[in-house]
């Protein structure tokens, strides 16, 4: 688990803001400001956080499904915001996404079998019609549908099973990267265990990597090998997961485990603590520590200074001045 599949250096994604047909001010809603992390092959890493942290616009951008204003992304060692157009296209068949709602990109005019077929023809996985057509039943099999899902059309299934699908087709093109944007968060808790389980079977069976964004702690938990923590745009903390759950360091992370509904042995002991206020707009974020006015740590300075990202442990990054040598030594 030590290949490096995925580098992000410094990723920042914005979004001009509309001031007006006369203004000549140019804002930016920074909904990725300066994310960095790598991705071993074979691992799993959770991004969690808020709705509106910029967890699903990281996901994204990773993918070039929206383009990045700057920063560098490099996948199995080749950097691809310079690419063009057509090797972009070569390269994405390795980098596949699922959907929160997978019916909403299924197209429902079409049966799944046509619909698992189409991703196969489109990228040459399999040339032959009757070889796609067994290939097709494979991968169903695969998900846990079976051939007399083959075809029905995807109004006919449960939520679940569509969700099955939409891994399927993530699947079917032979991908390294799977980047998985709240996969489970519209399903019952008991489906989303089913699902979970269908994941990690898959990472198994065909060695993928995955990137699982969830707003749900207790989710990502369940999956992850290192976990990163999103706020405002920003990854305020990262780490192991079984670093993080033992010790969290930054007082986000804290109040984000205080708050996991699930009962959790090793969360018993922790306070509950209660976040102050909503997440600020984005379009106009705290100065400093973007954090400060919800921190029930805050000191002066964070009100002023953005803190920089430390690395307080070893692997375990916090962006926090309650961490930092330098804040401290005054
Ligand atoms: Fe809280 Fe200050 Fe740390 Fe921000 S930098 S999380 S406000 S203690």
Do not use: W
């Not at 290949?3 to 250096?9: H, R, T, Y």
């Not at 999103?230 to 033992?246: C, H, I, N, P, T």
């Not at 804290?254 to 042995?265: E, I, Y």
């Amino acid at each position: 688990m030590s290949e490096i599949l995925l580098e992000v250096k410094d990723l920042k994604t914005y979004f001009p803001i509309n001031n007006g047909f006369f203004s000549r001010r140019k804002d930016f809603v920074k909904a990725v400001d300066g994310i960095s992390f790598n991705l071993r092959k074979g691992e799993t890493l959770g991004i969690v956080g808020e709705s509106g942290c910029g967890k699903s616009t990281t996901g994204r951008s990773i993918l070039k499904l929206i383009e990045p204003t700057s920063g560098e992304i490099y996948f199995d060692g080749r950097d691809i915001l310079t690419l063009k157009k057509n090797e972009m296209r070569k390269l994405r068949k390795q980098m596949q996404i699922v959907f929160q709602d997978p019916f909403a990109s299924l197209n429902p005019r079409l049966r799944i079998a046509s619909i698992l077929d189409e991703a196969l023809a489109t990228h040459n996985i399999v040339r032959n019609g009757t070889e796609r057509k067994e290939k097709v039943l494979e991968i169903l099999e695969m998900v846990g549908l079976n051939a007399s899902h083959a075809d029905r059309y995807p109004h006919e299934f449960s939520g679940g099973q569509r969700q099955r699908i939409g891994i399927a087709r993530a699947i079917a093109v032979n991908p390294s990267l799977i980047i998985a944007d709240e996969p489970v968060s519209a399903l019952d808790v008991s489906i989303q265990a089913q699902i979970l389980n269908l994941f990690q079977k898959l990472q198994k069976q065909l060695g993928l990597t995955y990137i699982f964004i969830a707003h749900d702690l207790s989710v990502v938990k369940h999956i992850s090998d290192r976990i990163g923590v999103m706020y405002l745009g920003r990854m305020v903390e990262f780490a192991d997961k079984k670093q993080l759950f033992a010790e969290p360091l930054h007082p986000y992370t804290k109040a984000l485990m205080s708050s996991v509904p699930v009962p959790d042995p090793e969360m018993i002991k922790k306070e509950r603590i209660i976040l102050k206020g909503d997440i600020p707009n984005p379009a106009n974020p705290p100065q400093g520590c973007t954090f400060h006015p919800r921190c029930f740590a805050c000191m002066d300075i964070c009100k002023t200074k953005k803190p920089r990202n430390i690395e307080a442990k070893p692997g375990q990054f916090v962006a926090c001045h309650l961490y930092d040598p330098e804040i401290l030594q005054g």
